[in-house]
């Protein structure tokens, strides 16, 4: 049967797949655009399927806080290639899925793939996007924080994003937050404090630190004294509270906060990098 352009339009501008597809798609449904919508979903399916092995290495990480600046979520979703993560429309499409799950104060990747966006559920609308674009998709991270303050911090080029949440709330707080959130995007902790790294990450660093001091000579009575010493320039370089504030390397983070208000510390961070 014949198809209009109007019609390959609309189903376009409904679907956002390209114009032959489309056309295909209402010639395949012979011009029933809920069929042929559900032909192109069902082609994004085949799509996703085939491309399932793919790598997904590239993509964008998006963090972003409710109004009120009491919670705070943070997602990285994939794709194949550089040219598809800088589109604008990708870039909604994520920022989309960050917001159902902001709404929904999803924990999880899992718990937002079921979230309801447009109509379809995420993974579905995941799906659909892989029709569209003809690459590999996958929603690989979902985080959030709640705290009496979260501040996100966006990198430029949305590679690396971070949530940090604070005990105390205000402007004042909700700024250093922001130095904070930068700190953690650039300088990447391993944990908030000394007490969050893994032992097994301590001992690796006491055995690496004796080994370093024996071949450089010291004696080996000494070798466990010294590898405390560079333990703790580990944790100061290594911990969020203990490092350098990027802003000012003469006083740590802890100091910092403190100066800002008594007492004020973060309870908890989050960064999500595409490397």
């Known amino acids: 049967m014949k198809i209009t352009a109007a019609e390959v339009n609309n189903l376009r501008k409904i679907t956002g797949a390209g114009m032959m597809d489309c056309k295909k798609a209402l010639v395949e449904a012979e011009g029933d655009t809920e069929k042929a ?20 290495s590239e993509g964008l990480s998006i963090a972003m806080t409710n109004g009120e600046g009491t919670n705070g979520v943070i997602v990285k979703v994939n794709c194949e290639t550089d040219f598809v993560a800088k589109n604008s429309d990708f870039y909604s499409f994520v920022e989309g899925i ?107 660093e006491i055995e690496i630190g004796k080994d370093l001091a024996i071949k450089e000579g010291k004696p080996e009575e000494l070798a466990g004294k010294i590898a405390q010493g560079r333990l703790n320039k580990f944790f100061k370089e290594n911990t969020l509270l203990e490092q350098e504030f990027i802003k000012d390397n003469k006083q740590s983070v802890s100091k910092y906060l403190d100066s800002i208000s008594k007492g004020l510390s973060v309870t908890e961070y989050i960064r999500m990098s595409l490397s």
């Open 37 to 56: 919508i559900e032909i192109l979903r069902k082609k994004g399916q085949k799509v996703a399927a085939k491309r399932g092995d793919n790598q997904a």
């Open 98 to 204: 960050a917001k159902v799950a902001l709404e929904n104060n999803a924990q999880s990747a899992d718990h937002a793939k079921g979230l309801i966006m447009n109509g379809l559920s995420v993974e579905e609308s995941i799906t659909d996007q892989i029709g569209k674009i003809g690459e590999k998709i996958e929603l690989s991270a979902v985080n959030s924080i709640d705290a009496d303050t979260v501040v996100a911090y966006n990198h430029p080029g949305n590679q690396v994003a971070s949530l940090v949440g604070l005990n105390k709330a205000g402007n004042e707080v909700s700024e250093a937050g922001r130095d904070i959130a930068m700190q953690v995007a650039a300088m990447n902790p391993v944990a908030l404090n000394r007490d969050g790294v893994p032992q097994e990450v301590i001992d690796k």
